[in-house]
């Protein structure tokens, strides 16, 4: 077997350049739906129950 190279990242100068995806317009639409959704409902059945549990006997 052959010894592997130890050389730096910056004298090698391949294979590290890293780049981003952007998300597009719709998924981030689509992530706002859902955030507001998981709003609404912990609001209108969440709260109501556990004040129903906590509060009456």
Known sequence: MSEPETTSAEVE??????????????????????WIFAIAY???FLFPAVRVELFEP
């Open 13 to 34: 100068n391949q294979y590290h350049h890293y780049t981003g995806n952007r998300i597009p317009w719709y998924v981030r639409l689509m992530w706002l739906f859902f």
């Open 42 to 44: 912990t609001i209108r």
